[in-house]
């Protein structure tokens, strides 16, 4: 296993452990409807934390350039933004 491989693991090990563990109660939680099929609120936090790391990983580790890892961010503020408060 080389070093960025380690290094994208065990960040999103350790991100989504915090994530999990003291946000996901109440950001981003996707409340039923008449249209979903579940029957209590569910967090949708984990995607943020997955694309966060990729991209931070991508960026330091050369992988492609500043204006992808801005752009990349900014979609996924907004996405975040959608998520909490269903626009």
Do not use: E
């Amino acid at each position: 296993m080389n070093y960025i491989t380690l290094t994208v693991f065990t960040s999103f090990l350790l991100a989504m452990h915090f994530i999990l563990k003291y946000l996901s109660g109440f950001y981003a939680l996707d409340k039923p409807d008449h249209r979903k099929h579940h029957t209590q609120a569910i967090p949708q936090i984990g995607g943020l934390v997955f694309v966060s790391v990729f991209i931070i990983v991508g960026y330091f580790s050369n992988l492609f350039p500043l204006w992808f890892a801005v752009g990349s961010f900014v979609s996924l503020f907004l996405g975040a933004l959608d998520d909490n408060f269903d626009i």
